[in-house]
């Protein structure tokens, strides 16, 4: 069965730093290209980073652009996300998911998803 699975959210300060994971099960990783995506009360989910199945081709949204750094480590079949200098507005639940093909932002195109992981930026 193939599975993603989240790890690595949790409560932060503003200004401060986490490491998400995204985990596969049940099939090889780098046959993907893998999102990052969230999802914010109230508000509809959003495209956040992604990342070719290579490694060698990333996209970043405006607003983490210069914070969050997507790569991944086929090997252990685990993409990462990491996130620098949060803010409250970076409050959300955050779902990897896997595609064929290239990296893009667009959460249609995307066949396979985690359950996600809670990240809160609070003082």
């Known amino acids: 069965q193939l599975q993603l699975v989240e790890s690595g959210g949790g409560l932060v300060q503003p200004g401060g730093s986490l490491r998400l994971s995204c985990a596969a099960s049940?099939?090889?990783?780098?046959?993907?290209?893998i999102g990052w995506f969230r999802q914010a009360p109230g508000k509809e989910r959003e495209g956040v980073s992604c990342i070719s199945r290579s490694g060698g081709s990333t996209n970043y949204a405006d607003s983490v652009k210069g914070r969050f750094t997507i790569s991944r480590d086929n090997a252990k079949n685990t993409v990462y996300l990491q996130m620098n200098s949060l803010k409250p507005d970076d409050t959300a639940i955050y779902y990897c998911a896997a595609k064929v093909f290239g990296c893009d932002l667009t959460e249609a195109r995307y066949m396979h998803w985690g359950q996600g992981t809670q990240v809160t930026v609070s003082s």
């Open positions: 049940g099939f090889t990783l780098d046959y993907y290209a």
